[in-house]
């Protein structure tokens, strides 16, 4: 997919560089303090990315529950788990996860990356 067709929002608990990286790469990306979202609710973020059709970059753990967030009801969220809560192993999980956005599908999915795998859980498909 190309960097032009994906589209992405930084959640608050996100280093605002991450957006950065995400822009250096030729991405087009807002994050929640861009449009006054910070500190809102979760479903308003949620309702926020569906509305403009971006994937949710978060470490909020909450948006990786399937039950309230099912893979194919939002354009896609990557929930990022670094090893320490800081800002350079978060930034080091956006670097890795950069080079699988061109190749792997985001759209629908839900992604939960860490230092050492990355787990995709794509929408069911219709039977």
Same mark, same amino acid.
């Given at each position: @997919? +190309?960097?032009?067709? $994906? ?9 605002? *560089? ?8 030729? &991405?087009? =990306?807002?994050?929640? &303090? ?16 569906? /509305? *403009? ?10 948006? +990786?529950?399937?039950?309230? &967030? !099912? !893979?194919?009801?939002? !354009?896609?969220? $990557? ?5 320490? !809560?800081?800002?350079? %192993? =978060? ?6 996860? @950069?080079?699988? $956005? ?7 999915? +839900?992604?939960?990356?860490?230092? *050492?795998?990355?787990?995709? /859980?794509?929408?069911? *498909?219709? %039977?």
């Amino acid at each position: @997919m +190309s960097a032009a067709a $994906l589209q992405f929002k930084i959640d608050e608990n996100r280093p605002l *560089e991450a957006a950065a990286l995400l822009r250096a790469a030729g &991405y087009d =990306t807002h994050t929640v &303090y861009d449009e006054a979202l910070a500190g809102a609710a979760d479903p308003a973020v949620a309702a926020a990315c569906a /509305r *403009e059709r971006r994937v949710l970059v978060t470490l909020d753990l909450d948006f +990786s529950d399937v039950r309230a &967030y !099912p !893979p194919g009801t939002h !354009p896609g969220i $990557l929930v990022l788990r670094p090893r320490a !809560p800081d800002r350079e %192993s =978060t930034l080091a999980l956006v670097a890795r996860v @950069m080079p699988l $956005l061109a190749t792997e599908a985001v759209r629908g999915c +839900s992604w939960i990356v860490d230092a *050492e795998r990355v787990r995709v /859980r794509a929408p069911r *498909e219709a %039977s």
